[in-house]
């Protein structure tokens, strides 16, 4: 390989890894300052997986909500599922969880249809999540008052490390997700009930000595 094209190669590599987001290719032709054509581009990351193969990586390049980031390799899912689950729930609560999962599943979708599915309304829901950018506006439906319908955005994508909505997660991994945060909530709300319980103790223990004084 000439010492140009190693340089290339190079630059792609940490510009990918580097990235919060997923990288496209129009971005690494604005960074690097070389117009490189999808083929000559495809053929660098198909080379550099190779290496990262042959090397015994636990990592590789995917392509990923129009771009490409550094992914780990699918065998070891189970392991990261426990990394990142929390994650998720720490960014989004029960709530907008649920909202999210009706939106992804049959988007486009109408609050109606979002309340229709739940049961409760999903105003706050749906504006934060129109807020963090995760859903965005797709149209509107042909029904009375044609109300906004809404879907996903390459920002959910990236956030479930999906390279296209074909790549969802079984609805079955969603509802243990929220059964999971929901869960975690109940014990949160248990121990602070029992913390206040025993402040309560100890202060009402506090008084008793003091009149026993």
Aim: aromatic share 6%; hydrophobic share 35%.
């Amino acid at each position: 390989m000439q010492k140009h094209d190693l340089q290339l190669q190079q630059h792609i590599e940490v510009l990918i890894f580097a990235s919060e987001e997923a990288v496209t290719l129009q971005t690494i032709r604005q960074t690097s300052g070389i117009e490189l054509d999808s083929g000559e581009f495809h053929s660098i990351i198909e080379r550099l997986n190779a290496e990262y193969a042959e090397t015994g990586r636990t990592f590789l390049i995917h392509r990923i909500a129009g771009g490409y980031r550094f992914l780990a390799r699918s065998e070891y899912s189970d392991i990261l599922k426990k990394l990142f689950a929390p994650k998720i729930r720490k960014r989004l609560s029960h709530s907008l969880l649920e909202v999210l999962a009706v939106i992804a599943y049959n988007q486009p979708v109408t609050r109606g249809d979002v309340l229709q599915i739940r049961g409760v309304s999903p105003d706050y829901a749906i504006d934060r999540l129109l807020l963090r950018g995760f859903i965005e506006v797709r149209g509107r439906a042909n029904s009375p008052g044609k109300p906004l319908q809404y879907g996903t955005t390459t920002d959910f994508l990236d956030l479930f490390h999906l390279s296209s909505l074909k790549e969802l997660p079984k609805l079955r991994e969603i509802k243990e997700i929220l059964q999971e945060q929901a869960d975690q909530d109940c014990l949160t709300q248990q121990a602070g009930v029992g913390t206040a319980l025993s402040d309560n103790n100890q202060e009402e223990m506090k008084h008793e000595h003091e009149k026993q004084q």
